[in-house]
C-alpha cells in the first residue's frame, strides 16, 4: 500500500556530501516512522538512521551520528537523509523503509514497506 523509490545514490569521495530522497506514494506517509537502512556486501542490513511519525522523536546509529541528519516532508511525502563528511565504510546500498509503528522501530523486521535501494560508493 505504501512504494517507496530513493534517489540521489551515485559515487563521491571521502570527505564529501550526498543528499538520498525517498519518495512515498500511496497511504499518507505521514502515518509511517521512516527508516534509512544499509547493506553492504557480505553483510547484514543494519539501521543508520530512523525518524517517527508525529510526535517525532529521531535515532541514528552511532557509526554517522553528528555526520547525517535524517528529515522528512510529510506535506510532499517525501523522506531525507543528508550525508556529510563521508568515509569509505558508509559505502553501502540504502533503503529507505516506512514502519506502522509509532515508536522504537530499530529493527529490519519492524518495517512493512521497502524501497529498491540506491548505491552509495565513497572513494578514499
Known amino acids: 500500500q505504501v512504494q517507496l523509490v530513493e534517489s540521489g545514490g551515485g559515487l563521491v569521495q571521502a570527505g564529501g556530501s550526498l543528499r538520498l530522497s525517498c519518495a512515498a506514494s500511496?497511504?499518507?506517509?505521514?502515518?509511517?516512522?521512516m527508516g534509512w537502512f544499509r547493506q553492504a556486501p557480505g553483510k547484514e542490513r543494519e539501521l543508520v538512521a530512523r525518524?517517527?511519525?508525529?510526535?517525532?522523536?529521531?535515532r541514528y546509529s552511532d557509526s554517522v551520528k553528528g555526520r547525517f541528519t535524517i528529515s522528512r516532508d510529510n506535506a510532499k511525502n517525501t523522506g531525507y537523509l543528508q550525508m556529510n563528511s563521508l568515509k569509505p565504510e558508509d559505502t553501502a546500498v540504502y533503503y529507505c523503509?516506512?514502519?506502522?509503528?509509532?515508536?522504537?522501530?530499530?529493527?529490519?523486521?519492524?518495517?512493512?514497506?521497502w524501497g529498491q535501494g540506491t548505491q552509495v560508493t565513497v572513494s578514499s
Open positions: 523503509a516506512a514502519s506502522s509503528r509509532s515508536y522504537y522501530a530499530l529493527s529490519v523486521y519492524d518495517y512493512d514497506y
Open positions: 500511496g497511504r499518507t506517509f505521514s502515518s509511517y516512522t
Open positions: 525518524i517517527s511519525r508525529s510526535p517525532g522523536s529521531i
